[in-house]
């Protein structure tokens, strides 16, 4: 004799249990319901008895029926008497979950480079060279001493290398046989030695 219905608040009857569908053996066995999906965060538990009776406990104190959701006790009761109940249900609104991020672009390659070497051989006198290398924006790229240096520039730029000789005489050849190569790649561009405070080369 008895039969409910799980109706939204949009009207849509989610479940719907008929009339006789509960045998003695059955009172007591649990209907799970799975409503997924649903926009609706307002239910109606409508349970009717066309005996009149009610459903009730034999202890009568105790919940004849139970809502659960998730595991969670959302409404129980009984009714000693009528021919129906009716339980407005108000679950609360599960948060969406927040979209996931956008990975991070990958990084950029790095510009392609060659490997420009100033290497110096000094005279007896190494303190009193010095070097800049400089790019066509007049930007300094690199400087030293008597010791050489690596290091990687773009292809095809312009570069000017000024050497410095604080005593006039150069590298070469009062006081030894010193001198300068620059090479790109290994491939040897530029030599020299034999100046006096300066030397220019690009």
């Known amino acids: 004799e008895t039969s409910w219905r799980l109706v939204a608040a949009t009207g849509l009857v989610l479940v719907d249990v008929v009339e006789g569908t509960y045998g003695d053996e059955q009172a007591r066995v649990p209907v799970n319901?799975?409503?997924c999906g649903s926009t609706s965060d307002l239910y109606t538990l409508e349970i009717a008895d066309s005996h009149g009776d009610g459903i009730f406990t034999d202890h009568?104190?105790?919940?004849?029926?139970?809502?659960?959701?998730?595991?969670?006790?959302?409404a129980s009761g009984a009714f000693l008497s009528g021919y129906l109940e009716v339980v407005t249900?108000?679950?609360?609104?599960?948060?969406p979950h927040p979209p996931t991020p956008p990975s991070e672009p990958p990084s950029p390659p790095p510009p392609p480079c060659v490997n420009l070497t100033v290497s110096v051989q000094a005279d007896q006198?190494?303190?009193d060279i010095s070097w800049d290398l400089e790019n066509d924006e007049g930007h300094l790229v690199a400087v030293g001493n008597d010791q050489g240096v690596s290091t990687c520039v773009t292809p095809g730029a312009t570069f000017t290398l000024s050497m410095h000789d604080s005593y006039g005489d150069g590298l070469c050849c009062a006081w030894g046989a010193g001198g300068y190569?620059?090479?790109?790649?290994?491939?040897?561009?530029?030599?020299?030695?034999?100046?006096?405070s300066e030397d220019v080369r690009i």
Request: no cysteine; charged share 15%; net charge negative.
């Open 125 to 127: 006198y190494p303190d």
């Open 89 to 95: 249900i108000d679950l609360p609104i599960q948060p």
């Open 60 to 74: 009568f104190t105790e919940p004849a029926y139970y809502v659960w959701m998730d595991g969670n006790l959302v």
């Open 181 to 196: 190569s620059v090479s790109v790649d290994g491939v040897e561009v530029a030599v020299g030695g034999v100046f006096g």
């Open 33 to 35: 319901a799975h409503v």
